[in-house]
């Protein structure tokens, strides 16, 4: 006997709640991908903006800042530790 003629057909109303909760899952994620975007944004737009002439040496450490941090971002004046710190204490 053949397996899905003894399966019983699925209930429309059971239908209409797994379509539902779909939907429902579906908006949560959206909303999620939208403040992640949101709070992208605002962490780009917050972030230290450097301008002007890169220092040698780390203001904070002292450490010798590398030549391709130097041109990567023009008027950095630490490395990228003290940087890391300092953010993190924001």
Known sequence: ?????????????????VCEQEARMADEIEAAQTESAFLLA?????????????????????????????RALPGVQCCVACTASHEQTR
């Open 42 to 70: 605002l962490r780009l737009k917050t972030r230290p903006q450097y301008r002007g002439q890169s220092a040698v040496c780390c203001r904070e450490c002292g450490d010798v800042l590398p030549d391709a941090r130097r």
């Open 1 to 17: 006997m053949n397996t899905l003629s003894r399966t019983k057909a699925p209930d429309v109303g059971d239908v209409r709640a």
